[in-house]
């Protein structure tokens, strides 16, 4: 998954913005918020029911120790 999609499932799905709001905290239209999380949703859809595994690629977050693989990253 790209950090744009995970950071697009947080907002909307955890912290429960709505999608314009998403769309505003990440400075991409609409249209593109909304590409970005359906396009998540497809792939943690695809790997539950076909139990694949989610990589995630370049995770933005290290500075805050929050990448998910990394060992010492407290969540």
């Known amino acids: 998954m790209q950090?744009?999609?995970?950071?697009?499932i947080r907002l909307n799905d955890?912290?429960?913005l709505e999608q314009e709001e998403v769309a505003e905290k990440l400075g991409v239209s609409r249209k593109t918020?909304?590409?970005d999380l359906h396009e998540a949703r497809r792939k943690i859809a695809d790997a539950l029911v076909n139990g694949k595994g989610i990589e995630?690629?370049?995770c933005t977050k290290a500075?805050?120790?929050?990448?998910?693989k990394d060992n010492?990253?407290?969540n």
């Open 63 to 68: 500075a805050e120790g929050r990448c998910p």
């Open 14 to 16: 955890i912290e429960g």
């Open 33 to 35: 918020a909304w590409r």
């Open 56 to 58: 995630m690629a370049g």
């Open 3 to 8: 950090p744009d999609e995970i950071e697009s």
């Open 72 to 74: 010492t990253a407290h």
